[in-house]
């Protein structure tokens, strides 16, 4: 299989590269891009040195799966023209996730949108807090049925990229050298504070990554009237996103029957210790490929109820970006 990276030097690029090298699918041979500045740059893979091209459509012809993570602005102009050479394209951006008759994919959740499609598909990656979020409620709803779901994350600065992460940093440092910190990637300082939206505004108090979850979710579970109330939330964290759910299911069940099905299911790892220092925390989770989850309980005085409880943790650039997106290309051989 011959598959290319574009934006291969950025953040989500090299970790789509390195779960690449530990990737089931043994024969790939691998082409990089990125921008002009970045063209030259010498990546390895499986031993071997690469160097990185700046992007031209016409280096494309004759790969069959393009990784894209150069960003919703270069996906939305150039993924097409990607595509109509016969290449699949996994989009990472928020280009293509809500276009119709374009799938949105956790392999673990919804597989089957990846049947029957044809050479030059293109397929969205979907936003790093939908996808460990749908990865936990998949096993309630396959064994209870969902009807509403309420989230607040917990995301780290990593999701604005390496801007976010410098900025955090930086913040840090002036703060012990009693000096005011500097803003310009967010509004206020990200250093020891908390930031309680993400995104732009749009006029009814929602922002725009909580549209994302709610649209999203609706779609990987096609439940297009399901209740989704979500808050999101910047935190002082470098790596990792955390949320905390609540899920209304359909019947009452017990925390056990919870724990039962999320334990079953392909994708999560359950903490099921009710242990403060045994609980999964960005420190931990940092670096794995997978989501987990910990604190699953009902409704307090309630052995049994529609309502339940929960706390999941996933890498934001793992399994929130490259590792699913790797798994997608996987997914389809």
């Known amino acids: 299989m011959k598959v290319a990276i574009i934006g291969a030097t950025g953040a989500v690029g090299r970790e789509m590269l390195s779960d690449l090298e530990d990737s089931k699918i043994k024969d790939i041979q691998i082409g990089f891009f990125a921008s002009q500045r970045s063209a030259g740059e010498m990546l390895t893979f499986r031993g071997r040195s690469f160097e990185v091209k700046a992007y031209q459509l016409n280096e494309l012809k004759?790969?069959?799966?393009?990784?894209?993570?150069?960003?919703?602005?270069f996906s939305k102009q150039n993924a097409k023209a990607i595509s109509e050479l016969g290449v699949t394209v996994i989009d990472n951006s928020s280009a293509w996730r809500m276009t119709e008759n374009v799938p949105l994919v956790v392999p673990e959740v919804n597989p089957k949108a990846l049947s029957g499609l044809p050479k030059g598909s293109i397929i969205a990656n979907p936003n790093c807090s939908t996808i460990q979020m749908v990865v936990a409620l998949k096993p309630l709803l396959d064994a209870f049925g969902i009807e509403e779901v309420h989230v607040s994350t917990y995301q780290s600065?990593?999701?604005?990229?390496?801007?976010g992460i410098k900025e955090l940093?930086?913040?840090?440092?002036?703060?012990f050298k009693f000096s005011e910190p500097k803003t310009q990637v967010y509004a206020q300082p990200i250093a020891f504070n908390i930031l309680p939206a993400i995104d732009v505004l749009d006029g009814h108090g929602h922002c725009y990554e909580e549209e994302k979850m709610v649209r999203?979710?609706?779609?990987?579970?096609?439940?297009?009237?399901?209740?989704?109330?979500?808050?999101?939330?910047r935190v002082p964290v470098y790596h990792c996103h955390g949320e905390a759910v609540?899920?209304?299911?359909?019947?009452?069940i017990s925390r056990k029957e919870a724990i039962a099905a999320m334990s079953s299911f392909v994708g999560?790892?359950?903490?099921?210790?009710?242990?403060?220092?045994?609980?999964?925390?960005?420190?931990?989770?940092?670096?794995?490929?997978?989501?987990?989850?910990?604190?699953?309980?009902t409704p307090i005085d309630q052995e049994s109820s529609p309502w339940i409880q929960f706390w999941?943790?996933?890498?934001?650039?793992?399994?929130?970006?490259?590792?699913?997106?790797?798994?997608?290309?996987e997914a389809m051989n």
């Open 62 to 73: 004759g790969f069959d799966v393009c990784l894209l993570s150069a960003g919703g602005a």
């Open 157 to 163: 600065v990593s999701g604005t990229g390496q801007k």
């Open 169 to 175: 940093a930086n913040q840090v440092e002036a703060s």
């Open 216 to 233: 999203e979710t609706r779609k990987i579970f096609a439940l297009p009237n399901l209740v989704v109330l979500a808050t999101t939330v």
């Open 246 to 252: 609540s899920v209304k299911l359909s019947r009452k």
């Open 268 to 297: 999560l790892t359950m903490h099921l210790e009710d242990d403060h220092g045994s609980f999964p925390t960005p420190r931990k989770v940092a670096g794995d490929r997978g989501v987990h989850v910990a604190r699953v309980r």
């Open 312 to 329: 999941v943790v996933a890498d934001n650039l793992k399994k929130g970006a490259a590792t699913n997106a790797v798994q997608i290309l």
